[in-house]
């Protein structure tokens, strides 16, 4: 199983918004809505921040917002801040009862 | 305060093998589903396995199918990841991960996770 595409890298100024997508195909994305977003810091362990396509663990930051349409789903953070900068991970549940991750964007906030 | 520590990585020569294990403290272990993910250097996640509270469920990569076995004891608070005929491919920090809930498959909702075990194959 091939890992979800998603775009090596996206960036954006302070207080803009970005988007990240995640494409996959009818037996992942667009078959089902368990879409997982994480962030992850160097040198850390990830942090899940968007479930089930658009829900947000507690404590997590309205800022964050997910949806889905057909194969792709996306992220985007809005207001952007110096400490959203790291790398972002889509994933989701698979027909072969599997999880495939996205091969990951590094978000860059100049 | 909910925690996962991993140990048992180090260095393997090719096709050698390791114990991963992973010490779960802070919850009720019973109610929810363990996963294992890995992250070969300045590479992206992949997961490689998971099993269900009770061990009736789990799931592995096709990669690693054959290789690798998944176990939990419930008594420890521990799940366990032995992998057999490592492959240079298999180099990665090896990271425990905490399902959101209890099911019979796993939906990629990992709310917690520990700080990884570095497993490097090499001659």
């Known amino acids: 199983q091939s890992a979800l595409t998603q775009p090596a890298s996206v960036s954006g100024s302070p207080g803009q918004s970005i988007t990240i997508s995640c494409t996959g195909t009818s037996s992942d994305i667009g078959g089902y809505n368990y879409v997982s977003w994480y962030q992850q810091h160097p040198g850390k362990a990830p942090k899940l921040i968007i479930y089930e396509v658009s829900n947000r663990p507690s404590g997590v930051s309205n800022r964050f917002s997910g949806s889905k349409s057909g194969n792709t789903a996306s992220l985007t953070i809005s207001g952007l801040q110096a400490e959203d900068e790291g790398d972002y991970y889509c994933s989701s549940y698979t027909s072969s009862n599997a999880l495939l991750f996205g091969g990951g964007t590094k978000l860059t906030v100049l | 305060e909910v925690q996962l520590v991993e140990s048992g990585g180090g260095l393997v020569k090719p096709g050698g093998s390791l114990r991963l294990s992973c010490a779960a403290s802070g919850f009720t272990f019973t109610n929810y589903n363990i996963n294992w993910v890995r992250q070969a250097p300045g590479k992206g996640l992949e997961w490689v396995s998971s099993i269900s509270s009770s061990t009736t469920y789990v799931y592995y990569t096709d990669s690693v199918k054959g290789r690798f076995t998944v176990s939990r004891d419930n008594a420890k608070n521990s799940v366990y990841l032995q992998v057999n005929s490592l492959r240079a491919e298999d180099t990665a920090v090896y990271y425990c991960?905490?399902?959101?809930?209890?099911?019979?498959?796993?939906?990629?909702?990992?709310?917690?996770w520990g700080q990884g075990t570095l497993v490097t194959v090499s001659s």
């Open positions: 991960a905490r399902d959101r809930y209890d099911g019979i498959y796993t939906y990629g909702e990992f709310d917690n």
